[in-house]
């Protein structure tokens, strides 16, 4: 069985950077190298936030960026905003002509 | 700017259809693959189907196989989705989203959703 496994709540004060995990079991997401990161506020459209594991869209504030090593990718928010709270959601391309998202973050700024 | 505008949703019984859709507007649509992507209510979010560019390539989650047609216009550029046989674990929030490009496997625009009740 696939999955991407996050934990379910971080938390940071403003200021402070945190790390969310992401990892892959039965998928090689080294290999296929599709990793996406996904903001989502309550009642709005989620947004992207990395693809590729590290790349960052045009408009996303650098204090945001993507990493990889082995079976876990981790998105890092540098810096913490009150706007940055939000639940963030990893997603890859998990072979067999499928995608995956992992169970979601909840990030609080405390 | 890239405009997505979902619609079709409701409440609808267990086993009945629904047909959703999804207008686009601000891209060359014709370009792109396009996902569907669902939310059920307190949970995470559940990658459902893509299509690409030219509608020659589909694909489903093993969830909604078999049940699930995703279909596109690229005269109307519109994007949609036939259910059938619905289930009350079908329940959720159906957001169209756009591949980065033809089949990137990210979606960098997402429309607002629309919502799916299946419920006797």
């Known amino acids: 069985q696939s999955a991407l496994t996050q934990p379910a709540s971080v938390s940071g004060s403003p200021g402070q950077s945190i790390t969310i995990s992401c990892t892959a079991t039965?998928?090689?997401?080294?290999?296929?190298?599709?990793v996406s990161w996904y903001q989502h506020r309550p009642g709005k459209a989620p947004r992207l936030m990395i693809y590729?594991?590290?790349k960052r869209p045009s408009g996303v504030s650098a204090r945001f960026s993507g990493s990889m090593s082995g079976n876990t990718a981790s998105l890092t928010i540098s810096g913490l905003q009150a706007e940055d709270e939000a639940d963030y959601y990893c997603?890859?391309?998990?072979?067999?002509?499928?995608?995956?998202f992992g169970g979601g973050t909840t990030l609080a700024v405390l | 700017q890239v405009q997505l505008v979902e619609s079709g949703g409701g409440v609808v019984q267990p086993g009945r259809s629904l047909r959703l859709s999804c207008a686009a507007s601000?891209?060359?649509?014709?370009?792109?693959?396009m996902h569907w992507v669902r939310q059920a209510p307190g949970k995470g979010l559940e990658w459902v189907a893509f299509?690409?560019?030219?509608?020659?390539?589909?694909i489903y989650a093993d969830s909604v196989k078999g049940r699930f047609t995703i279909s596109r216009s690229n005269v109307n550029d519109t994007l949609s989705l036939q259910m059938s046989s619905l289930r009350a674990e079908d329940t959720a929030l159906y957001y169209c989203?756009?591949?980065?490009?033809?089949?990137?496997?990210?979606?960098?625009?997402w429309g607002q959703g629309t919502l799916v009740t299946v419920s006797s």
């Open positions: 299509i690409s560019h030219d509608g020659s390539n589909k």
């Open positions: 601000g891209l060359t649509f014709s370009s792109f693959g």
């Open positions: 989203a756009k591949d980065r490009y033809s089949s990137s496997w990210s979606f960098d625009h």
């Open positions: 997603y890859s391309y998990a072979g067999n002509n499928t995608g995956l």
């Open positions: 590729q594991a590290s």
């Open positions: 039965n998928i090689d997401i080294e290999l296929y190298n599709l």
